[in-house]
């Protein structure tokens, strides 16, 4: 590049001098010419080749992020799915099991036991799953959300390992750990449900804002309801445990979906503004 810069002001004082004939410094002009676009040339691919290094690693970050993000959120939608599916499977396959009356949590101690103890895994890791999507890619700072989502999580870890009591045995301390395990998992899922409300309201998330105050309202009169009837000692805990299930399995579904869509339109928004600014540059 140096070379032409020379080559630039050797033409450009020659051009000057008063003693050329005009044919001669119309050749020099056009050779100056020739060269300052040369020179331009140079320098804009060596300020694209000083940049590519640091593009590129920029590139490589978005894309890690994209498919953890996406990873995450398939996880998260995935699993109540798998959830519902496999729980139902073995209440039917189970004998002598009521669905209105026994708790969920008593299927571990039938013959398909080791498939209802990996559903509560699996719900388990699916709330840690959105909950560190909503931490990570929407930089939520709602503390008390996220909160409930962990604490959701880390109470169907503790009632996937520790069992209840089993149908015509005795309580122990497992047992007492198991209900307080229960009893926190249906307390905070209306309660993330409601206290995320603003944040989605916030985010412009119009349907997931209004979905997520009415599945709060309705866990709430369910949790409300189900202990009224255990003190009146009408045993239908069976039913209330799964409508607060089915639930709260719809309300992460429903917002991994609403993540995906929206992060779908994101990237089909950056894609345009790439192409445009292309279009521009070309």
């Excluded at 020659?14 to 320098?43: G, Q």
């Excluded at 996880?75 to 798998?82: C, I, N």
């Excluded at 002598?96 to 990996?118: H, K, M, R």
């Excluded at 009415?214 to 039913?239: D, E, K, Q, S, W």
Aim: charged content about 15%.
């Amino acid at each position: 590049m140096q070379v032409y810069t020379d080559r630039l002001h050797k033409a450009a004082s020659l051009y000057k001098a008063r003693d050329l004939v005009p044919a001669t410094r119309l050749s020099l002009y056009w050779k100056a010419v020739e060269i300052n676009r040369i020179t331009r040339i140079c320098r804009l691919a060596r300020a694209i080749f000083e940049n590519a290094s640091r593009f590129s690693r920029k590139n490589k970050r978005e894309l890690a992020a994209t498919g953890v993000f996406y990873t995450l959120t398939s996880v998260a939608l995935v699993g109540p799915l798998f959830c519902q599916t496999a729980s139902m499977t073995v209440s039917l396959l189970q004998d002598g099991y009521n669905l209105i009356v026994d708790a969920v949590s008593n299927l571990v101690f039938g013959p398909y036991g080791w498939l209802q103890t990996a559903v509560f895994v699996v719900f388990g890791v699916s709330v840690l799953c959105l909950d560190a999507v909503l931490l990570s890619r929407l930089k939520i700072k709602n503390a008390i959300g996220a909160i409930s989502l962990a604490l959701i999580g880390t109470g169907f870890f503790i009632i996937a390992l520790v069992p209840g009591q089993a149908p015509g045995g005795a309580a122990t301390l497992a047992t007492t750990v198991h209900n307080c395990a229960t009893g926190m998992v249906v307390v905070m899922f209306p309660t993330a449900c409601l206290s995320l409300s603003p944040t989605f309201k916030a985010l412009r998330y119009r349907k997931l804002y209004i979905g997520s105050i009415i599945t709060g309202i309705i866990m709430g009169v369910f949790m409300v309801a189900g202990g009224l009837t255990l003190g009146l000692r009408y045993n239908m805990v069976g039913i209330y445990e799964r409508i607060l299930l089915w639930s709260g399995q719809l309300f992460v579904m429903a917002v991994c979906l609403h993540l995906l869509k929206d992060k779908r339109l994101g990237l089909r928004q950056m894609l345009r503004q790439k192409t445009a600014l292309a279009a521009e540059a070309s």
